[in-house]
């Protein structure tokens, strides 16, 4: 009965690569998110998306492109993938759209770029 | 979003309270102070919000002053379980979408 769940945890790939990260809530939340967490343990929003739609788009380069097949489900496609991506990916999600509200995270995705 | 300023770690002893103080000079009127605490190789988890004087709940109490330009997360009788990254957000609860995490203030408590 995991709230927010994240697949894969660990993630090894080359540069160059595509990938996906899935995450699903079953918290009946509307608003979804996405994080990445560097190696200072900064933690940074990406996205946001609310109800499917898209209400925040940090400055991210377009090879990361968030995905959100219906409210219970936002996932993270990285295209061509770089070292400097190598990070902690979270996903969180929230039962308001203004995001201030209590925050659920995901178990986290550790991808190592090499 | 406010800025948010907090010691980068701080130690403790089982079963003593800790103290952190978040200093958040820019605060506006608006504002929200939001605390999240994240143990390794897992995501924050919320801990408490409050806008002004005390708010408690079982896990932790949250003194903010009249002015408002700092607040400081109580943890009564720390165990060793609750070492971790402890986060001081400052933000809009009406009108902001997201969250701004610092580097946080790592805990560690030893027995």
């Known amino acids: 009965d995991t709230a927010v769940s994240q697949t894969p945890k660990y993630l090894v790939t080359q540069m160059g690569n595509d990938k996906s990260i899935k995450c699903e809530q079953n918290?009946?939340?509307?608003?979804m998110y996405w994080y990445k967490q560097d190696s200072k343990k900064f933690l940074k929003i990406m996205f946001s998306y609310n109800n499917k739609e898209l209400i925040i788009n940090e400055t991210v380069p377009n090879r990361f492109s968030p995905k959100s097949p219906d409210k219970a489900h936002l996932n993270l496609h990285i295209n061509s993938l770089e070292l400097g991506d190598s990070a902690v990916y979270f996903c969180a999600s929230s039962p308001l759209q203004r995001g201030y509200n209590e925050q659920f995270f995901g178990p986290g995705t550790r991808l190592t770029v090499l | 979003l406010a800025k948010t300023t907090q010691p980068i770690s701080m130690d403790s002893y089982e079963g003593q309270e800790v103290n952190i103080t978040c200093s958040h000079n820019?605060?506006?009127?608006?504002?929200?102070i939001t605390w999240y605490q994240q143990f390794p190789s897992q995501g924050p988890r919320f801990i408490i919000q409050g806008y002004k004087t005390k708010v408690t709940n079982e896990v932790a109490s949250l003194f903010i002053p009249a002015d408002r330009k700092s607040s400081t997360l109580s943890l009564p009788r720390v165990s060793l379980s609750d070492t971790a990254v402890y986060y001081c957000l400052v933000g809009d609860m009406a009108n902001d979408y997201k969250l701004s995490f610092g580097a946080g203030t790592t805990v560690t408590v030893r027995a």
């Open positions: 918290l009946g939340h509307d608003t």
């Open positions: 820019n605060i506006a009127t608006n504002d929200y």
